[in-house]
């Protein structure tokens, strides 16, 4: 039986993979999963699996050298899939030095660990041993609005904001890990994602929540600004694919094919908002374009993400499968489904932070 230690698995991406490997493999696989339970972290996520036998929560932070070999040392680990992060970039404009902390230091802490249990003496590595690191294509940094260019997997490197900054020097470190001591690793460089579980701070999810509950819904710039969305289990299954199937040493672009500006994808939630509510609903009253407020511009705020999923398809065969409109049906389904998970959600911190970002 494959033993997985996930990273980060109480948050949005990582809970997502971590219901669709209990659904594709049920008992034939292990997931142990380590988070720290920062305030994107929320054990709700996982309550559906907490009780099967071949699952283990530990809490523990990633920069904490002792446990994480200690996990090393307790579990005979076959692959790391390494979610935990800093995710949200307007907190990293605010507060870049966390987001060293664990998207760097981090990193370093995990390769490290990983390293020294599946090392041996001649500085080859036990067989069938795999690391993948999550990460984002915003590492690539910004293409310009209006040409057919995208991000490849050999496009440089260009981060421009400290979230991107930080995860693009977490993926030099595993490149180096790579390259120095032939450490058994893939990366992945995703586009934004969108689905179930998804913290509010997010652009999705924030713009249902605020239009459901007839608060302004805050567009920054123009709401020109271009992003590839993918919806989550399509990233999930893309991660099992390329660790399984995919060449060890090499990265992989994931995207969904699906480019759109910001202010398209709130037209798309209201309209569907609206289809979706009930007649009697009394929300359907106020879920309009009405509420759309232009706010200040992000800082450094990128114009256009694409990602360009040629490799991934070619070598390895996967596709993303969801199309927006039914992936967005999907998540607001779940939202409406889930209004005690968002009422948690958005409690507690989640009102300072809020005052402090859209209500200076
Ligand atoms: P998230 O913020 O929802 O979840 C992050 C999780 O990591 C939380 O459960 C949190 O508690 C945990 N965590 C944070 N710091 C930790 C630490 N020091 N030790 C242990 N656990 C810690 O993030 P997400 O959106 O699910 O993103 C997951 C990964 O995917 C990140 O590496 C992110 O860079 C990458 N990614 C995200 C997107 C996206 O659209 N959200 C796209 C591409 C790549
Ligand atoms: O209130 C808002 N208003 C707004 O116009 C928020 C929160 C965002 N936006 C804009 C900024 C972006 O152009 O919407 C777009 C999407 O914003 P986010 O959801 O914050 O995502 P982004 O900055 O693109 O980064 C996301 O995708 C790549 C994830 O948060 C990262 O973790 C991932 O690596």
Request: aromatic content about 12%; glycine content about 6%; charged content about 30%.
């Amino acid at each position: 039986m494959r033993t997985y230690l996930v990273t980060g698995g109480a948050g949005f991406i990582g809970s997502n993979y971590i219901h669709y490997m209990f659904r594709k493999y049920c008992d034939e696989i292990r997931i142990i999963n380590v988070d720290a339970l920062t305030y994107a972290g929320n054990l709700e996520n996982l309550k559906d699996v907490e009780k099967r036998p071949n699952y283990t929560f530990i809490r523990a932070d990633i920069c904490d050298k002792e446990a994480i070999a200690r996990v090393f040392e307790e579990n005979d680990i076959d692959r790391v899939v390494h979610f935990a992060a800093e995710s949200h970039v307007d907190r990293s404009i605010r507060t870049p030095e966390i987001f060293v902390q664990t998207n760097v230091l981090g990193t370093a802490v995990m390769l490290n660990c990983a390293k020294a249990a599946w090392e041996l003496p001649d500085g080859s590595f036990r067989e069938n041993k795999k690391f993948l690191h999550v990460s984002t294509d915003e590492v690539y940094g910004s293409l310009p609005e209006d040409d057919n260019a995208f991000f490849y997997e050999t496009t440089p490197y260009d981060p421009h904001s400290p979230y991107s900054a930080s995860k693009a020097a977490s993926d030099m470190l595993v490149k180096a890990y790579m390259d120095t001591y032939r450490f058994p690793a893939n990366i992945t460089n995703c586009s934004n994602n969108y689905g179930p579980y998804q913290f509010p701070e997010k652009f999705i999810p924030l713009m249902i929540h605020n239009a459901l509950e007839g608060k302004k819904l805050p567009v920054y710039g123009d709401g020109k600004n271009v992003r590839d969305w993918l919806y989550v289990e399509d990233h999930a299954k893309a991660i099992d694919m390329v660790q399984e199937q995919g060449k060890l040493f090499e990265t992989y672009n994931i995207g969904g094919h699906n480019e759109k500006q910001n202010i398209e994808i709130l037209h798309i939630i209201l309209e569907t908002l609206r289809d979706m509510l009930p007649d009697d609903d009394p929300r359907k009253a106020h879920v309009n374009e009405g509420l759309i407020s232009y706010v200040e511009d992000r800082k450094g705020h990128d114009r256009r993400y694409a990602i360009a999923p040629d490799k991934i398809r070619t070598q390895i065969g996967w596709e993303p499968e969801t199309m927006f409109r039914d992936g967005i049906r999907k998540t607001i389904q779940w939202f409406f489904e889930n209004e005690e998970w968002m009422k948690n959600a958005t409690s507690g911190d989640y009102q300072k932070y809020y005052r402090e970002m859209y209500e200076k």
